[in-house]
């Protein structure tokens, strides 16, 4: 018999419920160890201390024992063949496939199976470099891809692509710290956090702690090359090579740029004339279906030029359709001086489109008010690096090179509003169907 979300959740809320009271225990018995300890300092007692740490660590410990044993009869009934495995076509007996499978069969329903969302804030990004004018920047984004397990020991699956993240931790401040430097723009970084694991839960996958280690963008870092994506070579006179121009023409829109100002690195960059409407293209190989990936380009202006100007990023198939992923920025003249500033879009091929039909597009449009000249260098493929539910990516800044011990940091918190979301992140690290403003069909208040 095909299973009954409902009554599966039903079942699994009462467990939930009681797993939530007693993880609220264990903060009244901290604050219960507090008062006694104070009113005893308070009155000179302090004598009487000697037993009282010993003795709260050991109700603690017991409540995180009862949290435990809870989490295992949870997972008893996830496991049990006549309830459920027998209700969803699964593939394997391990837990990590049952849940997959859960997954998948409350996404396939007529009207899909959903729980209340939870969801995460990205704070601002701050440093501890002092010469930061076009340092470079640390970019950190909640989208999930269809390959990439986006937790330390979590499970991967084309259910989550495309998808906004709801496994950040409670709260942390991510840190992100250049720890070595072969050469300039392979700088290696690494993602760690200061915060300690709080509650009793059996938390799988989500540790605060140390994360993985990643490198800055560069040609190298995505597997995907950009033919002279740095603008350095025009066989033909000012036509990149390994571009196409969709629209405008060279030498009237386009032209090779040798003034040192406006070149992101390198000998030379891309010149736009203050037209309209200007649009070049590369085909693009060994794109991985579903995998996540960040497509940028270094836009440079003159800080005298008034007005402002629009750059989309995209990337599409041969008839310009979209594949996944775009983003337009506008482009304000720099304030401190002649400078570049990224545009970057994040974005996966879906599996219905053909992986030898796969084009970035770069498309300058709609100059506003004063039309102005801009300059285009490095365009690049990365590859985003997962940490506790979110992504990382550093892009270069155009002047100040990263050095050893240059350090970002963000606050990510997430907001633990859905009660069966946040149980199965916390327990089981994954992430279940959802939905907002009162749309799911699994209500919380079954385990609540």
Known sequence: M????????????????????FDGLLSTVATGQTDIENILESNSLTRLFANIPGMFTGFQNNIVNWISSTNGLVTGVINDRDFVREGIPVQGDDLNSILLALIKYMNEQGTPDT?????????????????????????????LDGITPPIAG???TKEYKGLTSELAVTTETIYCECISKPADGSETWKLYSTAAKTGGYEIQGESPGDGPSFSTANTSSGGISVANGDFETFTTTNVPDGWTIVQGSATTDFSKNNATDFIFRGSSSLKIEDTND??????????????????????GRLDTDPGTMEVTISVTNSDGTVVYGTNTDVIASPSDGDEFVPVYVHWYLDSQYDNQDVYIRILIDTFVSIPVNCYLDEVLISVPVYHNGVNFSILR????????????????TNDDAGTFQTYFRKVYGVQLPSASGAGETVADSLAE
């Open 154 to 156: 979590g499970i991967a």
């Open 397 to 412: 800044g155009a002047l100040i090179e990263f050095e050893v011990g240059d350090r970002f940091s963000s606050l990510i």
């Open 278 to 299: 200007v649009e070049l293209k590369q085909q693009i190989h060994n794109v991985v279906h579903d995998k996540l990936y960040m497509a940028s380009v270094q836009v």
């Open 2 to 21: 095909a299973l009954n979300v409902t009554t599966f959740f039903t079942v699994i809320g009462k467990y939930v419920k009681t797993v939530n009271v």
């Open 115 to 143: 729980v209340d969302q939870s969801t995460i804030t990205i704070g601002a990004v701050a440093d501890n470099i002092t010469l930061t004018a076009a340092i470079g920047e640390l970019l950190i984004n909640a989208q």
